[in-house]
């Protein structure tokens, strides 16, 4: 037994680097494994480790490139360092993105060593100056009232550590009042770029209001006590939220004027995101760089307002991106990530194989913890555009009759539970949920539910399927490609414990009919344990779907596409698992915030138990 301790280990690392190096891919799908085994068993492996990955090319290990940067700050960081840096001098451009989202949450305790080594790797990227450009400038698409709701609600979660304050105060004036970024203190530098008049509107709509509350310079922050604080924060977040109402932009040169006026020369040289897959050897030399941006801005409708911008290419195509800002895509760039692991796992498996049984992916590059690009999917459109645009002229009418809108009769339906409390009004919609759960009895409450399902056609989707096909037979092929698909991405999203899979969180391919799953922020559980009203539901399979593959709704190509997916990956759990490890190496900022929240729930729990002891 202690020989196995001391020698299965090193064996282990010497056999699967070497795997790795003669190319084998599936060796280089479980290197998240050998990180694992290095920080366990660090005084049989570790130098060994260091020693023969440098006989291994930096590419091979791309595809693992956010999880090294993530150790960088860890004991184990020595490992990773030589790849590291190989990486960032051969293909700074993979580096960059990656290096600069874990340098926002690196902690470095007491070894001088590893942060001597960041600030070398910081030096290295400092050769890609127009990249902090280019991220500044795609940062100045986010709405500035939704930015300065986002630095308010900081603000009011840190109101008891005034220094966060008066930090975040220093942030929001530079950032949306006073365009001198050079000037911020306690921030670090960015580049200065000039606004596009959103933000200059913002600007004037919001400067008054923002010194006379805080003062000219945040002088006021540190003289005001903590109610009197809420209550200025109160009055700037209404004051900021009146400016959306009054502008609406599509064109780019609103949002950023560096964004509209670039042309790539010798001396502006940026590759598209995205380029590094680490499944083959990158030529960065033939990549395509970016030429210049298009004019037009596609605003999405959802809460945070991303961009859809389009990039023209030297290749003489146009490449399009959502731009999200607000939000940490860490966790949605991991689970793609994932997902590609699983589409190689139902490739290796024959039943899966034969039955063409694969996940649709789709580039996800963060680029801090509150911007990313997100690939557009191109002839895609979300489920609820497309159910919804099935229905008929005369269905149309009967939605807009008070008397048989589903939506309505669904929200008295909810309202007329609490209608027995006279205050009714003071209760948020969450509470009313629950005060439904404790009204109504089981059996009535089904009843009214059914009621207002028959409202709704049940063959919306089967409409849109068959408006899709020239013929009997294109039907049953697009119709089977979305159950396999759907079938696939809700079994792998249920293991994931993936929620808030609502209709515009599913996308159905206009020209295969496959389904595809976007946004998961809701992960690991969170719609179950976090979340006001819990989602119970662990897949999304209504009347919709179920007339579309009757007769034998769940049997047949359902069931068997979700029981060949299931065994395959319980027979890869291993390897999912280790892959998941980076989500605690490095977790995003909702992972913190959440645990932020668990902990002082827990502790003001304690406190009751011993006040009432």
Same mark, same amino acid.
């Given at each position: 037994?202690?020989?196995? #301790? ?23 799908? #479980? ?37 090294? /940067? ?36 690196? *902690?470095?305790?007491?070894? *001088? ?37 986002? $630095? ?5 979660? =840190? ?5 966060? %304050? ?30 596009? &008049? ?24 540190? *003289? ?65 760089? !970016? ?11 959802? $809460? ?60 996800? !590059? ?13 002839? /895609? ?9 099935? #229905? ?12 048989? &809108? ?32 404790? %009204? ?10 059914? *009621? ?141 915030? =959440? ?6 729930? =827990? ?11």
């Amino acid at each position: 037994l202690s020989m196995c #301790r001391t020698e299965f280990p090193s064996l282990i690392v010497q056999q699967l680097l070497d795997a790795i190096r003669m190319g084998s891919y599936e060796a280089r799908q #479980r290197f998240p494994r050998l990180l694992q085994i290095v920080e366990l068993y660090k005084d049989q492996c570790l130098d060994q480790f260091v020693k023969q990955t440098q006989t291994v090319p930096c590419w091979m290990l791309l595809g693992w490139l956010s999880q090294m /940067t993530a150790l960088l700050d860890k004991p184990e960081a020595r490992a990773v360092q030589s790849i590291v840096e190989s990486i960032a001098d051969e293909y700074p451009q993979a580096f960059v993105y990656p290096f600069k989202m874990s340098c926002e949450s690196f *902690k470095f305790e007491s070894n *001088k060593e590893q942060k001597m080594f960041v600030e070398k790797l910081k030096q290295k990227m400092n050769r890609l100056p127009l990249i902090n450009h280019f991220i500044v400038a795609l940062q100045h698409l986010a709405n500035p009232e939704l930015l300065c709701k986002d $630095l308010l609600s900081d603000m009011v979660a =840190n109101v008891k550590n005034r220094e966060s %304050v008066c930090r975040l105060a220093r942030e929001l004036y530079y950032e949306l009042v006073e365009n001198d970024l050079t000037a911020t203190a306690g921030v670090e530098a960015r580049p200065t770029l000039e606004w596009g &008049n959103i933000r200059k509107s913002f600007a004037k709509h919001f400067r008054d209001e923002f010194k006379s509350e805080m003062g000219a310079e945040c002088e006021l922050v540190v *003289k005001l006590n903590e109610q009197e604080l809420r209550e200025k924060l109160r009055r700037l977040n209404e004051c900021a939220q009146q400016f959306k109402r009054a502008t609406s932009g599509g064109n780019l040169g609103d949002y950023s004027p560096w964004l509209k006026a670039f042309r790539r020369n010798l001396a502006r040289d940026i590759e598209i995101p995205g380029q590094y897959s680490g499944r083959s050897k990158p030529m960065p030399e033939y990549h395509v760089k !970016i030429e210049s941006f298009d004019e037009r801005v596609l605003v999405m409708e959802s $809460l945070r307002k991303p961009k859809c911008i389009t990039i023209r290419g030297n290749d003489q195509r146009e490449h399009r991106f959502l731009v999200k800002c607000g939000e940490d895509q860490r966790q949605d760039q991991r689970i793609e990530t994932l997902f590609e692991l699983v589409n190689d796992l139902l490739k290796s498996d024959s039943n899966c194989y034969q039955r063409n049984l694969s996940i649709r992916t789709y580039q996800v !590059i963060p680029m801090t913890t509150k911007l990313a690009l997100i690939e557009w999917l191109p002839d /895609t459109k979300p489920l609820k555009d497309v159910i919804m645009g099935a #229905r008929t002229d005369d269905e149309l009418k009967e939605w807009d009759n008070r008397a048989t &809108n589903p939506d309505l009769i669904y929200n008295q339906f909810i309202t007329d539970a609490s209608s027995e409390i006279k205050k009714w009004d003071g209760f948020g919609l969450h509470d009313r949920f629950g005060l439904v759960y404790a %009204v109504y009895e089981r059996e009535y409450a089904c009843d009214a539910f059914d *009621k207002i399902q028959r409202l709704v056609p049940c063959d919306l989707l089967r409409r849109f399927v068959r408006s899709m096909s020239v013929n009997t037979e294109a039907y049953f092929v697009l119709r089977n490609q979305f159950v396999m698909s759907y079938a696939v991405a809700s079994a792998v999203q249920y293991i994931l414990g993936i929620g808030d899979r609502h209709l515009s969180n599913w996308m159905i391919d206009t020209k295969t009919g496959r389904a595809i799953g976007i946004d998961f922020g809701m992960a690991f559980g969170h719609a179950v344990i976090h979340l006001p009203v819990p989602e119970l539901m662990p897949i999304r399979l209504t009347r919709q779907i179920l007339k579309l593959i009757a007769p034998l709704e769940h049997r047949g190509l359902f069931e068997s596409s979700m029981l060949h997916t299931m065994r395959a990956l319980r027979e890869n759990n291993d390897l999912l698992m280790c892959i998941l490890d980076v989500f605690i190496k490095e977790p995003s900022i909702d992972w913190i915030g =959440n645990a932020m929240k668990i902990a002082k729930k =827990n502790m003001n729990e304690e406190m009751h138990h011993h006040a009432g002891l």
